[in-house]
């Protein structure tokens, strides 16, 4: 466990001095970007490891791996986010435990959203995801809404009980006029997220940027970064 720990504090540090630098180099603060590790796949030992370390926010995509991590770290001052594709059938399971649901990409997710926050008695804050390989009327191959239909679904949040509308989201795309283009991408977000805060202006967050992307995502003016590998390490394989 001391070598986990020695492992993670190190992986922790690299990245603290990446975003430093894409901070510096972009003429912005440190304090505007806010670091999310995505623990998808690690056990809730490495959470509670990060916790010690000063990690404050922590991604899942999968409620079956994140429901069980959640509750076994309980105790700790933890602000869930769910990144993955969401179906119907979980809402009730993620908005048990999620504080930040970044992937709301369909209206009728919405709804569901709304009834399990209210039936739970709790506030979620909710992110639009934004496919930019996406053409209108079509979801991304990641998850995610056309960009035509961002307020759209803005609107839906905003009057939806038991939900906080907080900003955009989005995945750097793999195919499309964006694929191999991470900073055209998330400029092309942060234009989205301007003319979203012309409307509310209280949802001004922007997660974009992962591992191998993030000092793009900080030069754009992304104000969250979801990090994973580059802190937990080479994820293991599934199944």
Not at 34 to 54: F, M, Q
Not at 155 to 164: M, S
Not at 219 to 230: D, E, L
Request: with cysteine; glycine share 8%.
């Amino acid at each position: 466990m001391k070598d986990r720990r020695s492992q993670l504090a190190a992986n922790l540090a690299q990245v603290e001095e990446r975003i430093v630098s894409a901070c510096a180099a972009a003429g912005r603060k440190r304090e505007e970007v806010t670091l999310i590790v995505v623990t998808k796949t690690y056990p809730a030992s490495d959470v509670r490891i990060l916790h010690e370390l000063g990690v404050r926010q922590v991604a899942e995509n999968r409620d079956q791996d994140a429901a069980p991590k959640a509750a076994a770290c309980a105790d700790l001052s933890l602000t869930w986010h769910f990144v993955g594709q969401l179906q119907t059938n979980k809402v009730r399971s993620v908005a048990g435990y999620a504080d930040v649901v970044q992937s709301v990409d369909r209206v009728k997710l919405v709804g569901a959203l709304s009834a399990a926050a209210v039936k739970g008695d709790r506030e979620l804050g909710c992110l639009i995801q934004v496919a930019l390989d996406a053409e209108s009327g079509e979801r991304g191959d990641r998850g995610g809404v056309a960009p035509d239909a961002i307020e759209e679904l803005a609107a839906a949040v905003d009057a939806a009980p038991g939900l906080r509308l907080e900003g955009l989201m989005t995945v750097a795309p793999l195919s499309g006029p964006y694929a191999g283009r991470q900073r055209a991408a998330f400029d092309r977000l942060m234009e989205f997220s301007s003319r979203l805060r012309g409307n509310h202006p209280a949802a001004n967050m922007v997660s974009a940027g992962m591992s191998a992307d993030l000092e793009d995502a900080v030069a754009a003016g992304a104000t969250h970064v979801r990090v994973g590998t580059a802190v937990l390490g080479v994820r293991p394989r599934l199944g």
